[in-house]
């Protein structure tokens, strides 16, 4: 890996058929929110490989060695007009939201994180579960330990059909142990990896151990749709529809489809469209 400036420009300084920037951001305390075998840069340039095979778009990588929100927010709108979107790989949750956030009042591109990402495969992992737990739309209930690293899982969860979300922490296991707790509930989404002795394996929901294997799933279908309808802000009912589409083309007692799955990108654009509304005249996304 060479400096943050590599793959952004052509020889003659100028930017060339780029439409979707991955930023991968490596710096000591800036990437503990998911799991990971890769480092930042290496989940990069796997990711950047992954949507230049899979998808018709053309992914140029940006690779930065800082902890500070302000410069990958000013890199990212320095990309401008390039690109349609920027995935990026590294931040924990809170600095997530403050880079989202900060491109969108600057009116920059689309941003799109690897805990997006998680939240997605999270909620479809949940209601797959549920389904093989025999619970039906509507009624199932969910304790989320962790909740601070995916902050809109709780919203996302409710949206697609959760009836209720309790969070735990292990600051409350003297008062309310979680194994009590889960008698009234019917899925622990385990963040914080600290409930396997207490529920049995069925009813657990993980962050997977390496990040990259759920973003393969989800990540081709989400830049497809949603750099084609021009969407300037990934919101709740975006991420829920993505669930859903995984959800409703995952196999009877799995959790998740396979990321060569045939149906997958189809089933996330044909749920993603219908929570965006009409398609916008400008819009390059095929039906």
Not at 50 to 62: C, E, F, G, K, P
Not at 87 to 112: S, T
Not at 219 to 239: M, N, Q, R, Y
């Amino acid at each position: 890996m060479t400096n943050d400036n590599d793959d952004v420009q052509s020889d003659n300084g100028l930017f060339i058929g780029v439409e979707v920037a991955v930023v991968g951001v490596s710096a000591a305390k800036s990437h503990r929110a998911v799991t990971r075998t890769r480092s930042p840069w290496e989940a990069m340039e796997d990711y950047a490989a992954m949507i230049s095979d899979r998808t018709a778009l053309h992914a140029v990588r940006l690779p930065l060695a800082t902890a500070d929100v302000n410069t990958v927010i000013a890199r990212v709108l320095g990309l401008q007009p390039r690109i349609s979107a920027a995935f990026v790989v590294g931040l924990d949750a809170n600095a997530a939201v403050a880079l989202q956030q900060g491109v969108a009042e600057r009116g920059g591109p689309l941003v799109i994180t690897e805990i997006d990402v998680l939240t997605t495969t999270l909620t479809a992992m949940t209601i797959s579960t549920l389904k093989n737990l025999e619970v039906g739309p509507r009624v199932g209930q969910v304790v989320i330990t962790g909740a601070h690293r995916a902050p809109m899982l709780g919203q996302v969860l409710l949206m697609s059909g959760v009836a209720g979300i309790s969070s735990w922490r292990t600051s409350d296991a003297h008062q309310f142990p979680l194994h009590r707790l889960m008698e009234h509930n019917d899925v622990l989404v385990d963040l914080d990896r600290c409930g396997r002795d207490s529920v049995s394996a069925n009813r657990v929901v993980a962050l997977p151990y390496e990040s990259f294997d759920h973003g393969a799933v989800v990540l081709p279908g989400f830049l497809s749709v949603l750099c084609g309808h021009g969407v300037s802000a990934l919101t709740v009912e975006i991420i829920a529809a993505c669930a859903r589409s995984l959800a409703l083309i995952t196999p009877s007692g799995c959790t998740l489809p396979a990321p060569d799955e045939r149906m997958l990108l189809s089933s996330i654009a044909r749920q993603v469209t219908k929570s965006l509304g009409p398609t916008p005249p400008y819009s390059t996304h095929q039906h």
